[in-house]
């Protein structure tokens, strides 16, 4: 790129993303993501699936059919030729050298931002993820990224989604709503962010919306390149396990004394997942990456140490009892995997 404003580029530059590529547009997030992009009205959004998906999309969007299974991503690349931006938002259980394809085929094709599946903890909070057991993913995609030399990398900062943690059994936010059991970690007063599926899909969709760069030296306005090689924090709630409890109480019109309440040690809880999945039980890696939250250090609450970008993306506050009751509907409808 010529400079970093506008007014250095060349002629025909339009400051603003238009075309954007998503992988997943059909899944748990990229449904919501598609459908905030496609509600801004700002992008045409393409849908990259496999040839054989079946899957169910939306209206509005256009949909390219490839086969990246195999070494030869001619296809992909043709798909991703003229895009501005690729959303990679693809289930744990994917096949893992699908991204690093995906990532390379972007650069070939010069797609200038990725996402590229990063969607939860923290990027810049080095024990955090190392402790989780994530750095050695973001660290594989953000250097392969850079190496590469041609996209800059977006993560979204978002903690763990609420709806799905809330409605994911015990070893996510604690609730087991079949039995009607609360497990509180430590005296469940640590607070961390969360924040809801839509809140994310609009978070991603006004990002992609604002202007790639500043005007001049003089506009002071948001602009897309200031999350470049870096992350967008986003938030829709600030809140304890027992605000969480207050919260599904007021829902389900129950008292402490409907439920069913005990207490476990966070730290003592991550260590035993741990420990679990040194044996090859990953059974265990939900509870040891949730319990590892809520330790009493701050790492779930990247809002006090590093502020938000809600303001910024004009996303809007929302409803907590109305998120707590998706959450618990989820629950009841078993629409979360791997809940224990």
Known sequence: MAGKYAKDQPQG??????KVAIVGASGQMGKHLTAALLNTG????TAITRIDSNSKL?????????????????????????????????????????IPKLISAAAKAGVPYILPNWFGHDAANKELCDDSM????????????????????????????????????????????????????DDGNVPINTTTWPQCGRAIANALSLKELPEDEKDQSPTLSRFANGSIYISSFRLTQRD????????????????????????????DGQADLRKGNWNSFTKQLYSRMFFNNGDGD?????????????????????????????????????AH
């Open 13 to 18: 530059f339009t400051n603003r993303i238009e």
């Open 42 to 45: 700002k992008h045409t959004v």
């Open 58 to 98: 939306p209206e509005g969007l256009k949909v390219a059919r490839v086969d990246y299974s195999g070494e030869d991503d001619t296809a992909l690349i043709d798909a991703l030729r003229g895009q501005q931006a690729l959303i990679i938002t693809m289930s744990v259980m994917a096949p893992r050298d699908t």
């Open 134 to 185: 994530l750095s050695m993913a973001r660290d594989a995609i953000r250097g392969q990224i850079t190496s590469l030399g041609v996209s800059k990398y977006l993560q979204l900062v978002c903690n763990f989604w609420y709806e799905f943690s809330l409605g994911g059994g015990p070893d996510r936010y604690g609730f087991d709503f079949a039995k009607r059991k609360f497990i509180i970690f």
């Open 244 to 271: 969480m409890f207050e919260s599904v109480k007021r829902v389900t019109g129950t008292t402490d004394a409907d439920w069913t309440i005990t207490h476990e040690n966070s730290e003592q809880r991550w260590k």
């Open 302 to 338: 990247y809002e006090s140490r590093r502020g938000l970008d809600n303001d910024a993306l004009g996303l809007p506050q929302e409803d907590l009892d109305a998120a707590t009751a998706r959450g618990i509907k989820m629950a009841e409808n078993d629409e979360v995997p791997f």
